[in-house]
């Protein structure tokens, strides 16, 4: 437990951030030119460090494996971004912000970490408006809001159904404007495959430029991981198909601790798995569940004839329909946070009451319809209707959609302190791909105000406390041992995946793993599955090794190859997300352990003995992992249970 | 201001100027011509062509003109290579993308238009100006005037030459079709409301000068 | 009505067979050349990119190199997917990408013709996958609004009219994909640079830098080989965003107000 230092400064809460900063370690101009930085990921999180601390003149080198940096996956958020301006004066505040993500993420996060992202958040929006985001406006020509899941006051910044488009076009707009400057370098179609560690600090990176296979060393005198979560080792996820934790599965390896693992969010509105085939899963914003009704038949067996195709949703009368969000949680209805509205649609359907395939509810418009006017729900929802027809193929104005949850975000990730660094010293996480703010469960719109606020407001501060200690380190050569032992290892697992030449495709053996971490370590968990998950991770381990099948070689572009060094990754993060949801023996936000539910289903927290944050230190192939607990101590607000019922 | 004439958008700039200017001269030579068909005799063609002939004003405008068809060519041609140059493999499959039918035409009718250009100064412009084979008529006021008229005439007598003519002009008509409204979204007018009213123009200005043009020919070939 | 909305929820469409002819190029020097393959039973459902992995899955499992194409977010956003489809950028759809054509879109015993962006600033990496670092090149020319982090004013204190604003955002939903490129017959960028330019010159924010950032973002589309806009319109009419030709216009005019008023 002495390893684990959050750094978190003395002093009353809205203090901490301003004394941090004046108290904390700068460096000069002068100095920072001579100060090398490597960032891999260019998400938003990822763009605007880079971006910001290639403004204030450091020398940066930034990563991605898209072909363009403003490809990666922030661009699919859709809803919004969180600020405590309160413009609308319905007594938002920074306080309130603060409290609702606690209180959101049911009581799993850092007060100090996430009291700070509460407090920059104004100036993200002051700062993408700055940039030119063509934020939705009302007629006076100030910006509008609209409201999400989990607060009661409108604070949620808009770029119509594509704010995370906008925001990481901004971002990425700034990152251009360094790169031309020369200030940062950047690398395309670029991938991570190592962290390099010199006397216990990250000293650089080893990558494999995937065009031409080549794998080429980077030296730096810190490196910051923004490489996004691991969602998509379930295979169907909302994930981009290139999302990957392979980054921060290697620092793990060299060091780093893992927290909270077994924290995922599924969002509970996706459209339904519908064939094998599938590749991935599409969200539709949560902002449908505003006018939106969830229900499934009361019937059994009028859910059966609609399975079999005899009957469809128009054919149930109106009191044979079960809307068991609003029955259940009377005073938040069908707005219930994310991870209450998956498990009860995961309830229904383990039931037997799904439609569809089995594994799908309805969402219906048809009276938001009658209320409103099909003109008002094509305005509010125009493009997301749309974007339900095209896939499905269904008109959502005439039958009701069908949804059923998703993996969508991993609230785990690497452990950091209050600097974002993590327990190997110059090694930073930042964005999704650390674990810091949103506890055991994210609110809608905090992921965008969590990357842009680690990225343009916290690490370019932070980080100099930590450089300002490297000024008189010169530049880190990468003729060093540590980078050629990094180097031989990576040439080395390549090799060993190029001449399995096994019988079974990436995708396949992928796709296999995926299904049983969804049934496993998915929306419900419990002991015997958690143990058989780990049983069986580690038999597919040993398939993947020994069967997988690579066509082409390791020289030039090879697709295959990319996805089975993650997928490789994958698996053993599967165990450890396993291993993390069969220690914590409560439930809490999107971890649910089926054992601690009260009497009517609902999750059930044990403060007492896991107030805790579990952060994971890897101890080598096959052994199991150290756990450190990381206290969480509220000072300042009071614990209490989530209800959504009154 | 350099970039006027050497970046795409100023070239496109250069094309689009020239071709407003050639689509103004087209109407006026077409009111000119259209009396052949309109009076009886060729007397008001004839006054009409002489004074085009011979007005100073007019005169420098015809430098004018003529620079303006080359620059609109010139400037046209170096745009097409460059085009040419920015694809250098093409596609396997055609495209099929939903666009204005003329506009991928513009190449193919301009080549056309520069056909008949050759043709047309050749019969009338150059006899007129430079061979001195056409005869001179006296009005009853004593003014002496070149007999264009009647050579227009004895030329549209000949069946080939109105087909030829008629097929030419289509391709001119064309390539206004598209070329109107593409010089005003070049000078950058383009909108919600003026901008229907434009192409609605463009139609009805291709289709008004090609039929005018056309009706010329025809009208002589088969009621002179 | 009834009746409709009972077939669409239950009838299960009839799976599908095609032929594809697919460009393959091993790498940027390599001559390429179209392979033709035989796809059976794919489903209506399935998207365009979902049958070409059923197609590479068949071709792993025959040990031949799987089809090269660029996707990642396969929900239309990314831009990163981008097919000429049987003569059509994002094949036979309107306002979508590759990732969200679906099959039914197709008929049974279709011949598909897959091939890759053409244009000489999009040169082919391998197979169906270009280079599209031009746009990027593009962007860093002026594609942005210098401001540093920090310091800037509060958010509402720069109002913006609601249209202006609804404007700026329909040209920011630009993804950068190249269909515009691929699709248009001289391979000209004007509605990827004028998405860009029309968004800034629609905000107060784009006002300071406005002449500089559309000449120099004009000479960088000029310097790296891309086509001339001729006004066809084939951009607008296979753009996933559906960005509209009116942004090209006001790209023209920002040009001559930069240079005209210099």
Not at chain 1, 324 to 341: H, I, K, Q, S, T
Not at chain 2, 164 to 193: D, E, M
Not at chain 3, 198 to 212: N, T
Request: with cysteine; net charge positive; proline share 3%.
């Amino acid at each position: 437990m002495i390893r684990l230092n959050a750094k978190i400064p003395e002093g009353p809460l809205a203090d901490k951030w301003t004394r941090y900063k004046a108290t904390q370690k700068l460096v000069n101009p002068a100095n920072k030119r001579k100060l090398d930085i490597i960032i891999v990921g260019t998400g938003l999180a990822g763009a605007s460090a880079a971006a910001s601390l290639g403004e204030l003149g450091f020398n940066v080198s930034a990563f991605c494996y898209q072909d363009s940096p403003r490809r990666a996956h922030s661009i699919a958020a859709q809803g919004g971004i969180n600020a405590a301006k309160n413009y609308r004066n319905d007594g938002d505040s920074v306080y309130r912000l603060f409290y609702d993500t606690i209180k959101g993420g049911d009581y799993r996060s850092r007060e100090a970490n996430v009291y700070r992202l509460a407090e920059v958040s104004n100036a993200i929006i002051d700062q993408c408006v700055a940039q030119g985001v063509p934020f939705a406006r009302e007629y006076g020509g100030l910006l509008d809001n609209r409201s999400f899941g989990g607060a009661q006051v409108s604070r949620t910044f808009y770029a119509r159904g594509q704010t995370g488009q906008q925001l990481l076009l901004g971002a990425y707009g700034a990152l251009s404007r360094q790169i031309a400057k020369g200030t940062v370098k950047m690398f395309t179609r670029s991938e991570m495959l190592d962290l390099v560690i010199v006397d216990g600090k990250a000293r650089g990176i080893i990558t494999r430029n995937l065009v031409t296979g080549e794998i080429t060393r980077h030296a730096a005198h810190a490196v910051v991981l923004a490489t996004g979560g691991y969602g998509n080792a379930f295979f169907l996820s909302t994930n981009a198909m290139g999302s990957n934790g392979s980054a921060i599965w290697q620092a793990y390896k060299k060091g780093a601790f893992f927290a909270n693992p077994a924290f995922v969010q599924i969002h509970p509105t996706c459209i339904p798995v519908h064939g094998d085939y599938q590749s991935k899963l599409t969200l539709m914003s949560e902002s449908l569940r505003n006018d939106g009704r969830i229900w499934v038949p009361k019937k059994k067996e009028d859910a059966e004839a609609i399975r079999a195709g005899k009957l469809s949703s128009v054919d149930i009368p109106e009191e044979d329909r079960d809307y068991y969000l609003e029955r259940r949680y009377p005073a938040f209805g069908n707005l219930v946070p994310r991870d209450v509205a998956s498990r009860a649609a995961k309830e229904r359907c383990d039931a037997g009451y799904g439609v569809g395939t089995g594994l799908a509810v309805y969402l219906d418009f048809t009276d938001a319809i009658n209320r409103l006017g099909k003109n008002v729900i094509e305005e509010r929802y125009g493009n997301l209707f749309q974007m339900y027809e095209k896939i499905t193929d269904e008109n959502p104005y005439k039958t009701p959609m069908m949804i059923y949850p998703a993996i969508h975000y991993t609230m785990g990730g690497i452990w950091v302190d209050y600097e974002l660094m993590t327990t190997i010293p110059g090694l930073f996480a930042i964005g999704e791909a650390n674990f810091s703010d949103h506890g055991a469960n994210r609110l809608g719109a905090s992921a965008l105000m969590q990357g842009l606020a680690d990225g343009y407001f916290v690490l370019p501060y932070t980080i100099q406390n930590y450089l300002a200690g490297e000024i008189m380190t010169p530049r880190i050569s990468t003729s060093l041992q540590e980078f050629q032992d990094a180097e031989n290892a990576i040439s080395e697992r390549i090799s060993r995946l190029m001449s399995i030449k096994g019988k079974r495709t990436v995708d396949q053996i992928h796709r296999e793993f995926g299904m049983k971490l969804w049934d496993l370590v998915g929306m419900g968990r419990n002991k015997d599955g958690l143990q058989q998950a780990l049983t069986s991770f580690k038999d597919m381990k040993d398939e993947f090794w020994g069967n997988i099948r690579i066509p082409g070689d390791a020289a030039g572009m090879n697709p295959e190859l990319e996805k089975a060094g993650r997928v490789a990754d994958f698996i053993e993060l599967g165990e450890l997300m396993a291993l993390d949801a069969l220690n914590r023996e409560e439930s809490c936000g999107g971890h649910f352990r089926e054992e601690h539910q009260t009497p009517e289903g609902e999750a059930m927290r044990h403060d007492g003995k896991f107030m805790y944050v579990s952060a994971w230190e890897y101890q080598g192939k096959d052994k199991e992992p150290i756990l450190h607990k990381e206290n969480i101590d509220y000072e300042f607000i009071k614990v209490q249970v989530r209800n959504y019922k009154i | 201001m350099s970039n006027i004439f050497t970046s795409s958008i100023g070239k496109k700039l250069m094309m689009s100027l020239a071709g407003l200017f050639l689509l103004a001269f087209l109407l006026l030579h077409l009111a000119i011509n259209i009396t052949l068909i309109l009076y009886k005799d060729t007397e008001t063609f004839n006054r009409a062509a002489t004074f085009m002939g011979t007005n100073p004003v007019i005169k420098v405008m015809e430098v004018i003109l003529f620079g303006g068809f080359l620059l609109h060519m010139v400037y046209g041609a170096v745009l097409q290579v460059g085009n040419l140059m920015a694809r250098p493999k093409g596609y396997k499959k055609a495209n099929y993308s939903q666009t204005s039918f003329f506009s991928k035409y513009m190449l193919h009718t301009a080549l056309i238009i520069t056909i008949f250009l050759v043709l047309h100064l050749f019969d009338f412009w150059v006899k007129n100006k430079f061979l001195g084979s056409v005869h001179e008529i006296t009005y009853a006021d004593g003014e002496t005037y070149h007999n264009l008229g009647a050579l227009v005439l004895e030329r549209f007598k000949i069946g080939w030459v109105v087909v030829v003519y008629v097929v030419l002009l289509l391709g001119l008509g064309f390539h206004l079709h598209h070329g109107f409204q593409s010089a005003f979204q070049t000078l950058g007018i383009n909108h919600k409301s003026y901008t229907p009213v434009i192409k609605t123009l463009g139609v009805l200005y291709s289709v008004v000068v090609t039929t005018g043009y056309i009706s010329i020919p025809v009208y002589i070939y088969f009621f002179k | 009505m009834s009746l409709l909305r009972y077939r669409s929820e239950i009838i299960k469409f009839k799976e599908m067979n095609f032929t594809l002819k697919i460009w393959r190029q091993e790498n940027a020097r390599a001559k390429g050349r179209f392979e033709t393959y035989q796809l059976q039973d794919i489903s209506p459902d399935c998207s365009f990119l979902e049958m070409l992995d059923i197609l590479n899955q068949q071709l792993i499992d025959k040990f031949e190199k799987p089809v090269c194409f660029d996707h990642d977010c396969r929900e239309g956003i990314c831009g990163a997917c981008g097919l000429y489809i049987n003569g059509r950028p994002h094949g036979p759809d309107k306002g979508i990408t590759t990732c969200q054509l679906h099959m039914r879109k197709f008929k049974d015993g279709d011949t598909i013709v897959v091939e890759p962006w053409r244009a000489k600033p999009f040169p082919v990496i391998k197979d169906l996958v270009v280079d599209r670092s031009a746009f990027d090149k593009i962007i860093q020319a002026g594609g942005f609004i210098s401001v540093n982090t920090g310091g800037v004013p509060d958010a509402n204190t720069i109002p913006v009219p609601r249209k202006n604003a609804d404007i700026a955002m329909d040209a920011a939903a630009c993804i950068g994909c190249g269909a515009c490129v691929a699709a248009c017959k001289n391979a000209s960028a004007m509605l990827f640079v004028a998405a860009k330019v029309s968004q800034f010159a629609m905000l107060p924010q784009g006002q300071v830098e406005a002449k500089e950032r559309v000449l120099k973002m004009v000479q960088k589309m000029d310097e790296l080989g891309f086509g001339n806009c001729t006004n066809t319109g084939a951009c607008e009419a296979e753009c996933p965003k559906e960005i509209s030709l009116s942004h090209i216009a006001r790209m023209n005019r920002e040009y001559f107000s930069a240079t005209f008023n210099a």
